[in-house]
């Protein structure tokens, strides 16, 4: 997909990746309750095949620091210990931090560092509560873990953990079948986004051969399948005049809604307010609505540009926190979302050109 408009790093919010120095990733942390024969191993993944990298040199108090060469695209690493495995995903040049204890490091562990380790950390939480709950035979067939599971995976249908969630098994079964249909969609429109986004990556071919030689006919189905009912994370936050809004409330209003993340004392804000005040107002009375979330760190600054604008626009701010930008996977600005009129998130805009054309379709 060509992307249009900038990418601004949000540099300053703690919930970004940070990079270490040269072209390698880097674990750290700590795993309690060793005893003096287990073996901390790093394992790597082929397409479902884990096979052991390197073997973790601990500490006598169970702390490591590890490095390894980057290989120029997203994966997933798990250590073991024993028979017992945690799993951590590595986007690129970053340091993830890792807390454990033995012997279960399954069950009792943290991932941070990174809004990818946090990403999986929800999924495995979410995981781990639907086992508690319903017992871990049911987990596959858990329909409202798969709604939420659904949600974080078109919030970011080409990233790593979006594959970690596709690819999950649990107890043999895979957690998205692709006998099943709606599984099956999903899997389709990860193995679009991965064909789109990251062409060259190794497991594209494999998403896309999963997905096409389940589907049913060509009559029936096409590779290009878009996953429906994935409702929103709602977001409750405070305008400038103090009145609260409600995104999940809006989407369900029977309104089309552009989800937008941005700050608007970066250099490019104006810009791209310009392009939306466009769309803004060629569609609004046709039941277009923007939901714009500013991540400015300054609130009489963003309470001065929020008052021109016509639109709803709510503050996220340092005591606020990062939760619902992890859920929503921003780690970028500006970051645009679409729900359709039924409410369902059917778009993560990364090209601004099309804008207009994705609107229309909607309304």
């Known amino acids: 997909m060509k992307t249009i408009f900038k990418s601004i790093a949000i540099g300053s919010l703690t919930f970004l990746a940070s990079c270490g120095n040269g072209n390698e990733w880097k ?46 695209y997203p994966d997933i ?35 941070s560092g990174t809004p990818q ?38 919030a970011d249908p080409a990233g790593i953990v979006t594959y970690y969630i596709i690819s999950k098994k649990i107890n043999g ?11 099956l969609r999903y899997i389709g429109a990860v193995a679009n986004a991965f064909n789109d986004m990251r062409p060259s990556d190794p497991r ?46 809006l989407t369900e209003s029977g309104k089309v809604v552009l ?24 569609y609004h009375n046709q039941g277009f609505e923007i939901f714009q979330v500013s991540l400015d760190a300054d609130e009489y600054a963003w309470k001065q540009t929020a008052k021109n604008l016509p639109w709803i626009t709510v503050l996220n701010g340092a005591a606020d ?6 859920l929503y996977n921003v780690t970028s600005i500006p970051t645009v979302f679409l729900f359709n009129r039924n409410g369902e998130l059917v778009e993560r805009v990364t090209d601004i050109s099309a804008l207009d054309s994705s609107i229309a379709k909607l309304l």
Do not use: C
């Not at 017992?135 to 596959?140: H, K, L, S």
């Open 77 to 111: 690493y798990r250590l073991r210990v024993n028979t017992s495995s945690l799993y951590f995903p590595i986007d690129s040049i970053e340091t993830v931090t890792i807390s454990a204890e033995a012997p279960d490091i399954a069950l009792n562990h943290s991932i």
């Open 259 to 282: 989800l937008n993340f941005t700050a608007y004392t970066v250099d490019e804000s104006p810009a791209f307010n310009v392009a939306l005040n466009k769309v803004y107002e060629k």
């Open 204 to 249: 594209t071919s494999y998403l896309r051969r999963l997905f096409l030689s389940n589907r049913v006919s060509e009559s029936t189905q096409t590779s290009n399948i878009p996953v429906t009912e994935v409702k929103a994370f709602d977001i409750k936050r405070f305008d400038n005049v103090g009145k609260e809004h409600s995104l999940l409330e």
């Open 27 to 72: 674990i750290d942390g700590k795993i309690s309750g060793l005893n003096g024969t287990d073996l901390v191993i790093l394992e790597g993944n082929n397409q479902g095949y884990w096979y052991p990298m390197d073997t973790l040199e601990m500490r006598s108090d169970g702390s490591f620091k590890y490095s390894h060469a980057a290989q120029g």
């Open 173 to 183: 079964k895979p957690l998205y079948n692709p006998a099943n249909k709606m599984d």
């Open 117 to 154: 380790a946090r990403n999986m950390m929800i999924v495995d939480s979410l995981l781990m509560n639907s086992a508690n709950q319903h017992g871990v035979t049911t987990v596959v067939n858990d329909e409202n873990l798969k709604h939420e599971l659904g949600q974080i995976l078109l």
């Open 321 to 326: 926190g990062a939760e619902i930008l992890s």
